[in-house]
């Protein structure tokens, strides 16, 4: 038996989730993601705590649903994240994620995490540019992507 999924209705379904905006936060080394078990933003752990950094992130802008037929994939692409000056110890990942209800974490469904070296921030400007299907960063690149 086989199955299969129509592109357009996971493109559709992507697309509904936008009455809701895009955000990233910043957790440390300590976050395991686990694709089959966190769907929302109230199963992550380890999010950062430091000078200039809001609890729950910052908005994500030029999120845009890209049907890609070609290769059977859908695509979440947005512009580079500008988080402003921090101090934080340690940052590892971010967390994408559909703010859907702000003063409920167990609302905001979980897009994925990018993972990088750890690294200490102290009165730097954190700026995350997300690379595009070439590898090459730009203004506006892959943060998300879903197959059919």
């Known amino acids: 038996m086989t199955a299969s ?3 357009v209705t996971i493109y559709d ?8 905006s895009v955000k990233a936060l910043l957790c440390d080394s300590t976050y395991t993601f686990d694709k089959d078990a966190h769907a929302t933003r109230a199963d992550v752990t380890g999010e950062v705590v430091g000078t200039g950094y ?5 908005e994500v802008t030029g999120v845009n649903v890209v049907l890609d037929t070609a290769n059977n994939v859908v695509k979440l692409v947005a512009n580079e994240v500008d988080f402003g000056t921090l101090t934080i110890t340690e940052v590892a990942q ?3 994620y559909f703010d859907v209800d702000t003063s409920d974490p167990t609302a905001d469904k979980l897009i994925g995490v990018h993972t990088f070296a750890p690294q200490a921030l102290s009165g730097e400007n954190f700026t995350y540019a997300f690379y595009d299907d070439d590898s090459d960063p730009g203004t506006k690149g892959v943060i998300g992507s879903f197959g059919y």
């Open 13 to 20: 379904m992507v697309t509904n989730y936008f009455a809701a």
């Open 54 to 58: 809001a609890l729950g992130g910052v």
């Open 94 to 96: 971010i967390v994408l």
């Open 5 to 7: 999924v129509a592109g």
